[in-house]
């Protein structure tokens, strides 16, 4: 069963930066995409970002220009550089990793960890 090993997130003051990590552990699988959700209680689970195996990314475009997620291919390893952070980026932060081996996708999740934005 793959594994997501996440950073710790933490408390942030408005127009600070932060940096997620993810690392996926107990897989070779070089077909994925790799990425984090967000999610507020009582609000539906919302994408931020993502990165494929070939570099391809995808932002929320609440984060754009704000977030930038890469990977370091060796490591299985994605990073979020969360910059200039807004008190609407409060939330509990997921990782996400979804491997494709033939016709089958297979979807892994983080235990997520607390991002709070808040002078």
């Known amino acids: 069963q793959v594994q997501l090993v996440e950073s710790p997130g933490g408390l942030v003051q408005p127009g600070g930066s932060l940096r997620l990590s993810c690392s996926a552990r107990?897989?070779?699988?070089?077909?994925?995409?790799m990425g984090w959700y967000r999610q507020v209680p009582g609000k539906q689970r919302e994408l931020v970002a993502t990165?494929?195996?070939?570099?391809?990314?995808n932002y929320a475009d609440s984060v754009k220009g704000r977030f930038t997620i890469s990977r370091d291919r060796a490591e299985f390893t994605v990073y979020l550089q969360m910059n200039n952070l807004r008190p609407e980026d409060t939330a509990i932060y997921l990782c996400?990793?979804?491997?494709?081996?033939?016709?089958?996708?297979?979807?892994?999740w983080g235990q997520g960890t607390q991002v709070t934005v808040s002078s």
């Open positions: 996400y990793r979804q491997e494709k081996t033939g016709p089958r996708e297979s979807d892994f």
């Open positions: 107990k897989t070779t699988c070089d077909v994925y995409v």
């Open positions: 990165i494929t195996n070939d570099d391809v990314t």
